[in-house]
């Protein structure tokens, strides 16, 4: 009598996009393989298979030779993706590998595929050892989630429950073979040393180790997820209408635990690179208490949080518009800028009469407003826009003959919107509303 087939949550409705399955040709992906080729729905929406060809084993290129083989039996394509691994980023060769991985396989993936693993029971509860080794908070002690965003798509873990016991019955219940990777063996890997040393041991003294920290797992990610939902509720009711920005007060009124929370959620919505501990001792002894016209800062990994008039800005690091740059623009197209922005015209098909020269700032220059029967310097208004020092600096002009914005005929319409607009990551438009024919 055969075993049960390990079982599977459903797939999200919302997900729709082709499964890849990551084939090591270990034990574990194999079933997992196998096991999504028996599900017609699966086959039908387009299942598939990558092996990532590392070079870092004698036996690499049998290994490709074995997973397609495997693959042509139950008639699911095959991608072998080769990567050099890079050690030279200051990270083990573990660590290397692991990225070199996660590239390939987000390379053969389309907007909305999901990547299938075969992590399994065992693998949360080393997973949570890690962690808590690692003084990890609820979010890290929540392990590894059945569901994540991942490259442009989702990785999806359909054995996270599962123990290593079901997977051995149901491979040799269906006769299926396995490579294995003699690393797996060694000890001077952390998760290999929990593997093999410490967790049989606490088998031994407690058979459900492994069952108990995965449900410890689980009870950290609903945890965490609980705290999440306050974090952003909090983040809805303080933020004001540029989610860039970040008022003080209402970070003061909070604990000093659900401020950091607040903090590293408020970043990480604004897709740069994770906040670090220095980063949040930073802010809560330098920025949040500082003057009211300071411009402390805390820059990390191509990022910046900034403190100005009660508000915390956060965005990437950008350069200024080099001096001498300038260009000539009619609206039609989208104008890209050299440090990485563009501006384009809102509103459909939309053009200026004659083309505008756009350029840097070099100060001293004045502008004619709506309404106004002079011209104010372009300094003084843009401090009264409550626009921060950084981005004046690096607003592009809009120039007419020797007026900027054209003079009195073509104001500069909605600075707080250009500005808004080009504080987003390198490569998002900047906007601009101009009156055009």
């Known amino acids: 009598m055969r075993p049960p087939s390990p079982s599977l949550p459903l797939l999200p409705a919302a997900t729709e996009g082709r499964v890849w399955v990551a084939l090591s040709g270990g034990r574990d ?3 997992l393989l196998h096991r999504l080729a028996q599900d017609p ?4 929406r387009g299942l598939g298979a990558v092996h990532v060809h590392h070079g870092l084993q004698p036996e690499a290129d049998a290994w490709v030779a074995h ?3 495997a693959c042509a039996a139950l008639d699911v394509p095959l991608q072998v993706r080769h990567v050099q691994v890079d050690a030279s980023r200051g990270e083990g060769p573990e660590a290397a590998a692991r990225h ?3 590239e390939a396989f987000a390379a053969v993936m ?3 595929d999901i990547l299938a693993t075969a992590h399994h029971l065992e693998d949360q509860a080393e997973t949570f050892l890690l962690r808590a080794l690692r003084a990890s908070g609820p979010d890290g002690l929540a392990g590894m989630r059945p569901w994540r965003r991942f490259g442009p798509g989702w990785q999806w873990r359909p054995l996270l429950r599962t123990p290593r016991d079901a997977l051995q019955a149901y491979a040799l219940a269906h006769g299926l073979r396995w490579i294995e990777d003699p690393s797996n063996a060694r000890t001077d890997a952390d998760r290999n040393f929990l593997r093999h040393d410490i967790l049989p ?3 031994l003294r407690w058979p459900q180790a ?3 920290f995965a449900r410890s797992a689980t009870l950290s990610a609903e945890a965490a997820d609980l705290l999440v939902h306050q974090d952003d509720r909090l983040l809805a009711e303080a933020a004001p209408a540029d989610p860039a920005a970040l008022p003080n007060a209402p970070l003061r009124e909070v604990a000093r635990a659900q401020r950091a929370r607040v903090l590293r959620r408020w970043i990480e919505r604004l897709s740069l690179p994770p906040l670090p501990a220095e980063g949040v001792a930073r802010i809560e002894a330098h920025l949040l208490d500082a003057r009211a016209d300071a411009q402390a800062e805390f820059v990390w990994q191509g990022a910046v949080v900034r403190r100005w008039r009660g508000l915390l800005h956060a965005e990437r690091m950008r350069g200024v518009l080099p001096a001498d740059w300038h260009a000539d623009w009619d609206g039609t197209v989208p104008l890209a800028l050299p440090e990485g922005g563009s501006l384009s015209l809102e509103g459909g098909d939309h053009r200026f009469d004659t083309p505008l020269r756009v350029g840097a700032r070099r100060g001293g220059e004045r502008i004619a407003l709506p309404g106004r029967s002079h011209h104010h310097a372009l300094k003084d208004v843009l401090q009264a826009l409550g626009i921060p020092p950084w981005e004046r600096r690096q607003l592009p002009l809009l120039w007419r003959g020797h007026a900027v914005g054209g003079g009195r005929s073509r104001p500069v319409g909605r600075c707080r919107h250009l500005v808004a607009d080009a504080r987003r ?3 998002v438009a900047a906007r601009l509303s101009l009156p055009c024919v």
């Open 110 to 112: 389309a907007p909305g």
């Open 41 to 44: 729905d699966l086959q039908r």
């Open 210 to 212: 492994d069952a108990a």
């Open 425 to 427: 990551a390198t490569g």
């Open 100 to 102: 070199a991985r996660r």
């Open 67 to 69: 997973c397609a083989a």
């Open 201 to 203: 041991r606490l088998r």
């Open 29 to 31: 992906s194999t079933v």
